[in-house]
């Protein structure tokens, strides 16, 4: 199977995902983290369409460690109660996805470009912190 078409598939079901979600209104905290992943992994899945294989296995690769990580991230930290008013949980699940996307484009930079990876990673992270802030004073 050639990284086109498992780039593919993997458009394919985060765009199932993503419409099984919001036909069925299953936001909850479980809901949430799947849509929010989908359209993240989704729309860099459409961006690694366009760049090379080597890059596509990186990113996969990269991938798949940041979101088991993410999953343990999320099922240990608490529901509420700390200084966050709606809880580490919601704010982890709200954040990773965007951290996500931003830290797959900064890879796909790097890697067509030859930055420091520290760097990318440091710069995924701060791109996500703005574009949360940014959906956070929008909504």
Same mark, same amino acid.
């Given at each position: ?5 498992? *780039?593919? =598939? ?5 765009v *199932? ?10 936001f ?9 992943? =989908?359209i @993240?992994?989704? =729309?860099? @899945?459409?961006?690694?369409?366009? @760049?090379?294989?080597? *890059?596509?296995?990186? %990113?996969k690769?990269?991938?798949?460690i ?11 930290? /608490?529901?509420?109660d700390?200084f966050? /008013?709606? !809880?580490?949980?919601?704010f982890f @699940?709200?954040?990773? /996805?965007i ?15 030859? %930055?420091?990876? =520290?760097?990318?990673?440091?710069? !995924?992270?701060? !791109?996500?912190?703005?574009? %949360?802030?940014? *959906?956070?004073?929008?909504?």
């Amino acid at each position: 199977m050639s990284y086109k078409n498992k *780039i593919s =598939a993997i458009l394919l079901i985060s765009v *199932i995902l993503i419409g099984l979600i919001q036909i069925n209104r299953f936001f909850n905290s479980i809901g949430e983290f799947v849509y929010l992943f =989908a359209i @993240s992994i989704g =729309a860099t @899945s459409f961006v690694m369409f366009f @760049s090379k294989e080597d *890059i596509f296995n990186i %990113w996969k690769k990269f991938t798949i460690i940041y979101v088991f990580v993410s999953i343990l991230i999320i099922i240990f930290s /608490p529901a509420g109660d700390g200084f966050i /008013p709606f !809880g580490y949980r919601d704010f982890f @699940s709200y954040y990773l /996805p965007i951290s996500l996307f931003t830290t797959s484009i900064f890879m796909t930079i790097k890697y067509t470009y030859k %930055w420091n990876l =520290a760097a990318i990673i440091l710069l !995924g992270h701060v !791109g996500g912190m703005i574009i %949360w802030y940014i *959906i956070a004073v929008i909504m």
